[in-house]
């Protein structure tokens, strides 16, 4: 009796093909898109980080911040830029930790995930470039501050390391003091166990009442009390 032939193995399924970016930049113009985000996120963990403050609720959805080769910063998440391309994408959910460390501590740990995002992004759009011109491109970027660099360098570090420093001077004078901080967001003083203090409702930061124009027994007003930066911030949007 004959034995069937056994069939020749079916040929490897070749893997799928890693999708590129259609993207024809030269090392410059790649460069430049690279420097605009940058700025915009190094703007975004220094002068505006109280915006950026707010802008990340725990209570949302995973956020990522985004630096967009328009200039703007924008805190939205993942799913809404469509990454089908294959485009990386920013550090996930750093809105969920924003409560669970200081803030000089988180917008550090921004800066860090911001610089790792801006080198993937910027050698993903590179990757039709030659191995030389990639190169002199990964020579231009590292010739700049990194955003971490430059926002222990900034204004904003220094004021933080202030503020934190007089919260860890004060710890043992602020004990059963209950949710109250150590210092006003709005003037920088510290906690005076008889003084008066709001909590903005929408950043959950506390001033003096006479520092945002506050008495004792406007409970309506104390109810729903924002502050003049997100009012500010809220009359921009409208």
């Given at each position: 009796m004959e034995m069937e032939?056994?069939?020749p193995p079916a040929a490897p399924v070749p893997p799928p093909a890693i999708s590129r970016p259609r993207y024809s930049g030269t090392v410059?113009?790649?460069?430049?898109?690279?420097?605009i985000r940058r700025a915009a996120l190094i703007r975004a963990v220094t002068q505006d980080e109280k915006v950026l403050f707010r802008k990340c609720?725990?209570?949302m959805e995973s956020l990522c911040l985004y630096g967009n080769t328009d200039g703007n910063w924008e805190v939205l998440p993942p799913k809404l830029f469509a990454p089908s391309s294959?485009?990386?994408?920013?550090?996930?959910?750093i809105n969920l930790v924003r409560d669970k460390m200081r803030r000089l501590k988180w917008l550090q740990h921004i800066s860090e995930h911001s610089d790792a995002w801006l080198i993937r992004i910027s050698f993903f759009l590179a990757a039709n470039l030659e191995a030389r011109e990639r190169q002199r491109l990964f020579t231009m970027i590292s010739s700049l501050p990194t955003v971490q660099e430059t926002f222990i360098a900034s204004e904003t570090y220094r004021r933080l390391c202030h503020l934190e420093n007089m919260i860890d001077e004060t710890?043992?004078?602020d004990e059963?003091?209950?949710?109250y901080p150590t210092f006003c967001?709005?003037?920088g003083d510290r906690y005076l166990a008889k003084g008066f203090w709001v909590r903005c409702t929408l950043c959950k930061c506390w001033s003096h009442g006479k520092c945002v124009k506050v008495k004792v027994g406007q409970e309506e007003?104390?109810?729903?009390f924002e502050c003049p930066e997100c009012c500010a911030e809220k009359r921009g949007h409208d």
């Open positions: 032939a056994t069939p410059e113009r790649t460069f430049r898109d690279f420097t609720n725990p209570r294959g485009q990386p994408e920013p550090k996930l959910g710890k043992d004078e059963g003091c209950g949710p967001a709005s003037c007003l104390i109810k729903n």
